[in-house]
């Protein structure tokens, strides 16, 4: 018995150096976490840091977040609570105080002050909040404050990124706190929310556990390839890389969601002028957004706004009418058009109700060479001003063009049809199930490219390859993995995953 927890134990320990070795051999340039950290040290690590947590500009209050191992400390010898003779330093974790931050005889305000001691912060540091008065002045005063008694200036996403090297969050959850910040619908908010519990990152970081600790025992194998023993059970090994496939397989499926819950769908309303784009775009924005005339051509250039339906964010964008004009500068109007139905996921065709009858083999004409061109697009054809012909001809229009939306953009009727036939492209049934979705295009790339590993390795298991060359896509795959959570980066990445974060978190 003794024996068999030994192996175990020489078994554990030979997953550790593996796990090691990957990340050597994966051609990572310095990936392992030592690496991180020392790339954290170039920023001095062990500094004390400050900046504004708040929005910049006038409000009621303001919150300055002091972190690092001397943050207590350099609050200490500025605030004065209203209980004489009180210290932050003696102050339990989680704790608020009241008083007032001075600098030598002079009162700088009266302010909130949020205790929170390592490890159980944000940053995994000791960390103080400061809520003060909202006044630019004050704001810049306690700045100046903290800078003068020992602290820096934090760099963009220096908090969250000690929270990441601490071992707070991973680094998919950390890229999760800025898309949190940056959502502007109930969609993107939940799914940012359920990245930052852990989301798809878990399940990535339970399977690669799973396929490392066989990785282990197949490289183990290689050590004692003389006495051909096996030690990984091969038929346990192949229903593993089935699940992963199937599970990569659903996470690279879902960033089609994803990607359109997080920065919204493109769309744009395109047809003949004078048939309704800019009223249309105004109806739906409920505003005189586009402006609006019976002159042909009125809008030269695209106008674009943004609105929320159920949840999900639109871009709508109204183009100069397509036609043949001898005018230079609605022709670049209408060059844009046809650049901006290329950059659209969905595609708005305006027909003109009352002119149907004479033009119908046009507008067909001119529907089926945007299918024909961009035929992954949805396209959505719309008949306006429908509150000007009679229900005879309206059925002749429908009959004509079965998929047809007839609406008024004038009379704002059949708005809500419209909207419904929009919410029902984007499939959030992965959402409403509280699925895990992938939003993240790195991380949409990096699961490509395991899932691309992962499939080496099944092929190789049928062509039974041997185990030092099934080892090298495993390693491969396992490197993809980590790149996902963070066990695995490179200097680059970090600095440009954290740059893109609002200073002050």
């Not at 630019?136 to 020992?150: A, S, T």
């Not at 950059?343 to 708005?348: E, G, K, N, R």
């Amino acid at each position: 018995m003794l024996k068999y927890y030994n192996i175990l134990q020489f078994i554990k320990f030979l997953c550790q150096c593996f796990e090691i070795k990957t990340r050597q051999r994966s051609k990572l340039n310095g990936c392992c976490r030592l690496k991180i950290i020392a790339y954290f040290c170039l920023m001095n690590h062990h500094d004390t840091i400050v900046a504004l947590a708040t929005a910049s500009g006038v409000g009621a209050i303001a919150i300055i977040r002091l972190s690092g191992p001397k943050s207590i400390e350099i609050a200490d010898c500025c605030f004065q609570s209203v209980h004489k003779g009180k210290f932050l330093k003696d102050q339990k974790s989680h704790s608020l105080h009241l008083g007032h931050l001075v600098e030598g005889t002079r009162t700088l305000d009266e302010v909130l002050v949020s205790v929170f001691k390592n490890p159980n912060s944000y940053t995994g540091e000791d960390t103080v909040e400061i809520s003060c008065h909202g006044s630019i002045y004050i704001q810049q005063e306690i700045l100046q404050l903290f800078i003068d008694k020992g602290a820096r200036m934090a760099a963009a996403g220096e908090f969250t990124l000690r929270a990441f090297l601490n071992g707070k969050l991973d680094l998919s959850q950390a890229e999760a706190v800025a898309d949190l910040i940056a959502s502007d619908s109930k969609a993107s908010h939940q799914v940012a929310m359920q990245q930052m519990r852990g989301g798809f990152s878990n399940e990535i970081q339970h399977l690669r556990e799973q396929l490392l600790n066989f990785a282990s025992l197949i490289e183990l194998e290689l050590d004692f390839s003389e006495e051909d023993v096996e030690f990984a059970d091969r038929s346990q090994f192949k229903e593993l890389i089935g699940r992963i496939q199937l599970v990569l397989k659903r996470l690279i499926d879902s960033f089609a969601v994803g990607n359109v819950i997080k920065n919204g769908i493109p769309v744009a309303i395109v047809g003949e002028p004078n048939v309704g784009k800019s009223t249309l775009l105004n109806a739906l924005l409920n505003e005189e957004r586009a402006l609006v005339s019976e002159i042909a051509g009125t809008t030269r250039d695209t106008i674009e706004d943004e609105i929320n339906i159920d949840g999900i964010a639109y871009r709508f964008i109204d183009t100069a009418g397509i036609r043949k004009t001898e005018d230079l500068v609605e022709n670049m109007g209408i060059q844009k058009t046809f650049e901006k139905i290329g950059q659209a996921q969905v595609v708005l065709y305006l027909l003109n109700a009352e002119t149907f009858e004479i033009q119908q083999e046009k507008f067909k004409f001119e529907i089926q060479n945007i299918k024909s061109k961009h035929p992954h697009k949805k396209l959505l054809v719309i008949a306006n001003k429908t509150d000007a012909i009679s229900q005879k001809q309206l059925a002749k229009l429908q009959a004509a063009i079965p998929e047809l939306i007839a609406l008024s953009a004038k009379k704002k009727t059949g708005i809500e049809l419209l909207t419904n036939h929009l919410t029902s492209l984007v499939q959030t049934g992965a959402l409403e199930n509280n699925e895990s979705i992938v939003t993240n295009s790195r991380h949409y790339d990096a699961l490509l490219k395991a899932l691309n590993e992962i499939n080496k390795v099944d092929e190789a298991m049928k062509l039974g390859v041997s185990g030092d060359l099934l080892a090298i896509d495993i390693r491969e795959a396992l490197y993809f993995f980590g790149l996902i959570t963070g066990e695995v980066t490179t200097d680059d990445l970090l600095g440009n995953i954290f740059a893109n974060f609002c200073i002050g978190k």
